[in-house]
């Protein structure tokens, strides 16, 4: 079964870093990229950037150049998504998801992390 | 920043017809793409390339598009289609995706 799974719900203070990990299985995990999608509490989606696991090739959103660092390593057929310094506005579900290629839609979802940034 | 417009919400009473759109300036030159998203659940892919279904996607659900707005339909709309829907596509350069305001399905 092709699937990515996701690392569980976290709980932070602003100012502390983190890194969360989406895993694929069941495909060729360095032929396809993978993306990352923030959902703050009750609001739409919205795209984060993406990532090639074959070579880690990078793409963000203007909106979060700079704010998050996206990386992935192949061996271990994970993706990451990286605060250096969470804020309260950093409260959302993220999630992973495959870029369908050459079809170009978002195929396979993770199942989201919860990330909850309080002091 | 390239932004992709939805009705916030569109009602429909079971076995009617639900007509969703998504307007962007992009749109004539790039692909659109809808996810259903349930309550509490991740996002589903239910329409690539504006008019294609996914297999498993039951064929109630279609595309159309016309000019700078693509529409999502739900045809014969069930109780379980009850759930909020996106857009998605790119910009006119296609190296950055967007995904549309969402529109909430209520079932009577």
Sequence with gaps: EVQLVQSGAEVKKP???????????????????IAWVRQMPGKGLEWMGIIYPGDSDTTYSPSFQGQVTISADK???SAYLQWSSLKASDTAIYYCARRWYPVDAFDIWGQGTMVTVSS | SYELTQPPSVSVSPGQTARITCSGDALPKQYAYWYQQKPGQAPVLVIYKD????????GRFSGSTSGTTVTLTISGVQAEDEADYFCQSADTSGSSYV???????TVL
């Excluded at chain 2, 995904?99 to 399905?105: A, E, Q, R």
């Design chain 1, 15 to 33: 100012g502390e870093s983190l890194k969360i990990s989406c895993r694929g299985s069941g495909y060729s995990f360095t032929s396809y990229w």
């Design chain 1, 75 to 77: 061996s271990i057929r």
């Design chain 2, 51 to 58: 008019t294609e279904r996914p297999s498993g996607i039951p």
């Design chain 2, 99 to 105: 995904f549309g305001t969402g529109t909430k399905v």
